[in-house]
């Protein structure tokens, strides 16, 4: 998937990069995964694409299977945006 971004020795990653990684640990297609946080698999698709961003919705699901916060959600979208502008 293209969920991060690299320029000039710098990365950034999306959270999308990191919901890659819980479907791979749990061994869950993205069907599979989609249902276990109540969104659509093309929802779903875009997020892991690096396409949308976490919304509300997604981070009460996240936060609720996983006991990660909504707060370390939202904080990975916002440095991802950060690290992007900066390699602009």
Request: charged share 35%; net charge negative.
């Amino acid at each position: 998937m293209n969920n991060y971004k690299e320029y000039k020795g710098k990365m950034a990653f999306h959270p999308g990069f990191y919901l890659e990684e819980i479907m791979k640990e749990e061994k869950l297609d993205i069907k599979e995964f989609a249902s276990k946080l109540k969104i659509s698999p093309d929802k779903l698709s875009k997020i892991l694409n690096g396409k949308s961003d976490i919304d509300e919705e997604i981070a009460n699901e996240l936060s609720n299977n996983y006991q990660i916060s909504k707060d370390c959600w939202f904080n990975l979208q916002k440095t991802y945006k950060e690290d992007i502008k900066g390699m602009l």
